[in-house]
C-alpha cells in the first residue's frame, strides 16, 4: 500500500501572470505536478502611458468619490504617482474625497497611505460597493474607479447610467504575452490529454488562451477537452465569462481567494476520479498514473488515454477502430494493440484488460 497526497498523479496547467507560483505551489502542497503556460503579462506601472494619463486626468477634475478595488493595485498605483512625481498630489486629492474600499486589503491599503475609508461593504465585492453608491445617489458626481487588470464594464456603466461621471484608473494593465511557446506548448499538453485540470485567476488570461487556440485552428478541440475532460476552476464569475460564452463549464470557490481556488480544484478532480473494482483488484485512476490495490502505477500517455476510454464504460466492449480516438493526436488499430500491450505490462499484467476476440477490450469489471 502506497501512501499518496490527494492530487498525486494528476497535472495542472496555470496560466496566470500575477502569482502564478502561489498558485502553483498550493497544488504542489496537494501532490499535483504544475505545468506553467502564461497567458497574460502585466505592463509595468512606472511604464505605464494609460495609468498616467488617468491620474492626470483625475488631478485636473474634481472627484467626489474613489473606490479602491484592491490593495496591490492601490498601493502600485501611489508608488507609480510617486514615481511621476505626483504621489503628495495624489493622496492630498484622495483625502478630499469619499473614499470606498472593496474588502480588507484595499482598507488595508488606504490606511496605510495615511487615509480613512468611508464605507466597506461586508460583502467584499464589487457588488456591494456599486449597491452603497446607487442607494447614497451619483447623479451628479464624479467617481473615480481603480481597476485591477481587467475593466468593470457592468460596475461603470451602471454608474455612468445613474447620472455619475466616472474616471477609470487602469492599475496593472494585462496584455498578452511576451513569448506565447510556453502558453503554446501548454496548449498541445491539454489536447494531448497531459493535464487534468486548468485553474484561470482572470478573465483576460482565460480569453487569451482562447484566442491563441482560435489563431491556431485548435479551438475546437480545446473546447471539446475542457468540456469533458479538464477541470476547469475559475475564481469568480468574471473570470468565468469567455469560457461560459463558449459553453464550457467552470467549478468556482465560494470565496475568491487562490487557496479557495486550488481546493476546488482538488475537490472536483477527486469527485470525478473512477475507482472501480475489476478482476479482483482496486484500481483508482488519477489523472495520469493508477492506484491498482493501493501500489502506485505510472502510465504513459497513450495506454492511460485508453485506459480511461475504458474505464468511462466499464465493462463494455469497446473496438479498436473507437479506441483510436482516444489516442492522443489519433492513430491506427496498430497502435491501439500496442498501447493496450504497455498499459497491460505498466499495471502488471494481462488480467485487468480482456481481450474480446474480433470486437475489442474491455475492464474486466466486477459484477
Excluded at 49 to 70: F, G, I, K, N, Y
Aim: aromatic share 4%; proline share 7%.
Amino acid at each position: 500500500m502506497t501512501d499518496v497526497l490527494p492530487l498525486a498523479g494528476f497535472v495542472a496547467g496555470i496560466t496566470a501572470a500575477r502569482r502564478a507560483d502561489e498558485l502553483g505551489a498550493l497544488l504542489v502542497r496537494k501532490g499535483a505536478a504544475v505545468r506553467y503556460g502564461p497567458a497574460i503579462r502585466i505592463v509595468p506601472l512606472a511604464d505605464d502611458t494609460e495609468l498616467h494619463a488617468a491620474t492626470v486626468r483625475m488631478l485636473e477634475s474634481t472627484v467626489d468619490v474613489v473606490v479602491a478595488t484592491t490593495g496591490i493595485g492601490f498601493r502600485g498605483w501611489v508608488e507609480a504617482a510617486e514615481g511621476w512625481n505626483l504621489g503628495d498630489a495624489l493622496l492630498a486629492h484622495l483625502a478630499r474625497a469619499r473614499l470606498v474600499a472593496r474588502g480588507p486589503k484595499a482598507t488595508g491599503a488606504l490606511r496605510a497611505a495615511g487615509l480613512s475609508e468611508d464605507y466597506s461593504p461586508p460583502s467584499e465585492s464589487n457588488a456591494g460597493v456599486l449597491q452603497y453608491l446607487l442607494e447614497s445617489g451619483v447623479d451628479g458626481l464624479t467617481i473615480a474607479v481603480q481597476l485591477h487588470g481587467e475593466p468593470l464594464p457592468f460596475f461603470t456603466e451602471a454608474l455612468r447610467a445613474a447620472g455619475a461621471a466616472v474616471i477609470e484608473i487602469p492599475v496593472y494593465r494585462w496584455v498578452g504575452p511576451a513569448d506565447p511557446g510556453p502558453l503554446d506548448r501548454l496548449l498541445d499538453a491539454v489536447l494531448d490529454g497531459t493535464v487534468d485540470a486548468l485553474p484561470f485567476t482572470s478573465a483576460p488570461a482565460a480569453a487569451s488562451t482562447l484566442a491563441l487556440a482560435r489563431r491556431t485552428g485548435r479551438l475546437p478541440g480545446l473546447v471539446d477537452a475542457l468540456s469533458s475532460r479538464v477541470v476547469v476552476a475559475c475564481v469568480g464569475p468574471i473570470t468565468a465569462a469567455p469560457l461560459a460564452a463558449l459553453g464550457i463549464p467552470t467549478v468556482q470557490p465560494a470565496r475568491s481567494r487562490l487557496g479557495a481556488l486550488a481546493r476546488t480544484v482538488a475537490d472536483a478532480l477527486l469527485a470525478r476520479t473512477p475507482r472501480l473494482s475489476v478482476a479482483g483488484h482496486a484500481l483508482e485512476l488519477r489523472g495520469q498514473a493508477v492506484l491498482l490495490d493501493g501500489d502506485w502505477h505510472d502510465i504513459a500517455p497513450a495506454p492511460m488515454a485508453l485506459l480511461r476510454a475504458l474505464a468511462h464504460s466499464p465493462g463494455r466492449v469497446v473496438s479498436r477502430r473507437e479506441l483510436t480516438t482516444s489516442l492522443p493526436g489519433g492513430g491506427e488499430e496498430h497502435a491501439v494493440e500496442t498501447a493496450i500491450g504497455r498499459l497491460r505490462t505498466a499495471l502488471g499484467g494481462p488480467a485487468v484488460i480482456q481481450t474480446v476476440v474480433k470486437r475489442g477490450y474491455r475492464l474486466a469489471v466486477d459484477r
